[in-house]
């Protein structure tokens, strides 16, 4: 059974930075594309930033662009989410996830199939 844990989130002011850890166990997360969505409340769920399973490809909302810096390390298993000049509307919960079978980078929620219970991250202004 594929378990993602996401660690890292917290309270924060505007400007702060913070980094999330994502851990996978019981699937090898090589070649497979990972992601991270959040959903704030009232919203719905959205795409942040995902990377192909190289790690080599990227990409990232809109909103999140140059602060934000997805990363994976395969040997490890694991993935983080940089945050840097946090603003009060990156307000929402976190989510790993990890992709069935697609190796390129997707921004697509469908094409994963393993997600994390997701972290708080509260940005106060």
């Known amino acids: 059974q594929v378990q993602v844990v996401e660690s890292g989130g917290g309270l924060v002011q505007a400007g702060d930075s913070l980094t999330l850890s994502c851990a996978v166990s019981?699937?090898?997360?090589?070649?497979?594309?990972m992601g991270w969505f959040r959903r704030a409340p009232g919203k719905e769920r959205e795409f942040v930033a995902g990377?192909?399973?190289?790690?080599?490809?990227?990409e990232y909302g809109e909103s999140v662009k140059g602060r934000f810096t997805i990363s994976r390390e395969n040997a490890k298993n694991t993935a983080a989410l940089e945050m840097n000049s946090l603003k009060p509307e990156d307000t929402a919960v976190y989510y790993c996830a990890l992709a069935r079978t697609k190796f390129g980078v997707t921004t697509s929620a469908g094409d994963f199939d393993a997600w994390g219970q997701g972290t708080q991250v509260t940005v106060s202004s």
């Open positions: 019981g699937r090898s997360i090589n070649l497979l594309a």
């Open positions: 990377c192909s399973g190289s790690g080599i490809f990227t």
